[in-house]
């Protein structure tokens, strides 16, 4: 079955450093997100990503994020000059449309653990 | 701003139990709801996705409930294993907001 990739599984990065996390969404789905998850908080919606721009972006996607998709395949997330607060599991997810049923469930990637030093 | 609510946060039940996890919304205009399983350490799975327009879903063992008008689903475990115990989260669209989860043990 078709699954959605992220790497690295782990990434550290010193504080005020740029990192750039990387996914590769389902191959046919048109829709993409970011979320994240604080160690033992909720999960929290980022960023929805459709037909080349941002459809919808909470408040916590300031001007330190940004997304993009450089070519068919991946589909990243950059945090420009991170902060200790922003340590967390980043989840990537995708999904279809149907014209009959609408949106098509989300699939999520297993994650990409954020430690900032 | 939606808000999403789930009971119990934990739950330990014994194998072959038929159980029912709780999801309220505050906003009832929703376009759709989704529920998860997660398991340490691991990615959100999703089990069933609800549209605002249905009532039900059903999934081998698994069957949602979305009553929009109250701002509640439910989804109800048949016949539980052990295989079944991680985290169950709802997550309530327009914007994804989710539940902080139930936490569920089946023991053997």
């Known amino acids: 079955e078709p699954e959605v990739t992220q790497t690295p599984s782990h990434q550290v990065t010193q504080m005020g450093q740029e990192v750039i996390l990387r996914c590769v969404p389902i191959?046919?789905?048109?829709?993409f997100y970011w979320y994240r998850q604080i160690l033992g908080q909720k999960v929290e919606f980022l960023v929805s990503?459709?037909?080349?721009?941002?459809?919808?972006k909470s408040e916590i996607f300031d001007d330190q994020f940004s997304v993009e998709r450089p070519d068919g395949s991946n589909f990243t997330l950059k945090i420009r000059s991170t902060k200790l607060e922003d340590s967390a599991m980043y989840f990537c997810?995708?999904?279809?449309?149907?014209?009959?049923?609408?949106?098509?469930?989300?699939?999520f990637g297993d994650g990409t653990r954020l430690s900032i030093l | 701003k939606q808000e999403v609510t789930q009971i119990p946060a934990a739950l330990s039940v014994p194998e072959g139990e038929n159980l029912v996890l709780n999801c309220s919304f505050t906003?009832?205009?929703?376009?759709?709801l989704q529920w998860f399983r997660q398991d340490p350490g691991k990615g959100l799975t999703s089990l069933l996705l609800?549209?605002?327009?249905?009532r039900e879903q059903t999934s081998g063992r698994l069957n949602a409930s979305l009553d929009k008008s109250s701002g509640r689903s439910t989804l109800y475990i048949a016949a539980s294993q052990p295989g079944d115990s991680a985290t169950y989260l709802c997550?309530?669209?327009?914007?994804?907001?989710f539940g902080a989860g139930t936490r569920l043990t089946v023991k053997p």
């Open positions: 997810a995708s999904s279809d449309w149907h014209r009959s049923g609408g949106n098509q469930p989300q699939h």
């Open positions: 191959s046919n789905h048109l829709y």
């Open positions: 990503f459709y037909n080349n721009e941002i459809s919808e």
């Open positions: 906003d009832s205009a929703i376009y759709n």
């Open positions: 609800i549209q605002s327009s249905q």
């Open positions: 997550a309530v669209n327009n914007d994804m907001r």
